[in-house]
């Protein structure tokens, strides 16, 4: 797989897997790829969980190599019946399944006598995919279109989502950005609009956040709160802090 030549703004997640929206199990790889991209400046823009119908996942997988996005796949690259994405990433792409020479390599190496007959399938990729290495048990996923096919476990993808960055992303890397917010207490969002809009425009390379809650006892909050370079976050704090005591409403800082 080539390297990309120009920078992609989009980062998305394909989560497959009955089972996930059954609520059967709870998904995991969202907070653990937040937490491998923050560092490095990245974020996600979009997260599409889908089922193992065989229909429906090739054509959002179809709709999804349409793109120029960068998308990390989890789920379904087994070799059990129910584990359909291989078969629906060729499909969607129009080629053929092939046994990936390295892929082979990587599982007889694991598995020796025992990768046949079965195994051996988890090799099978659409033609023209690279391996992505797993250090947990050696079966690889793959990559293909900057599209990147990893299993459902968490322990398994975290290393092979690194080795993903590292490997074919690492030019688009951005110092790391810092989120500091304050709650403000017996607060209405709609009193702050007009703060917010003012605030974007004064603080354009700040990312401004609003979270309502209401307590059990009916208090009404808002963490609001600035993400940016660290020195650009700290004039915006500033910024929220006086704005809160202007109007004499009652804030405490809130730790990252």
Partial sequence: MSKPQEKKNVIRLVIIGDEILSGKRQDRHLKQVNALL?????ALTGV???GDDPVYLTKVLTQSFATEDIVFCFGGIGATPDDRTRQCAADA???PLERHPEAIAEIEAQ?????YPMRIRMAEYPKGAAIIPNEYNRVPGFSIQHHHFMPGFPIMAKSMVAWVLEH????FFQPKTVEKSIQLKQAHESEWIDFMEQFEVQFPT???FSLPSIQND???TIELGVEGKDFDVEKGLKALIQEAENRQ?????IKP
Avoid: I
């Fill in 38 to 42: 923050k560092p490095k400046g990245l």
């Fill in 93 to 95: 792409l129009s080629l």
């Fill in 111 to 115: 598995f020796g006598e025992q990768a």
């Fill in 218 to 220: 009916g208090t009404c």
């Fill in 206 to 208: 700040l990312r401004l």
């Fill in 249 to 253: 409403c009652r804030w405490q800082s």
């Fill in 168 to 171: 074919y992303y690492s030019g």
């Fill in 48 to 50: 599409q969980m889908v």
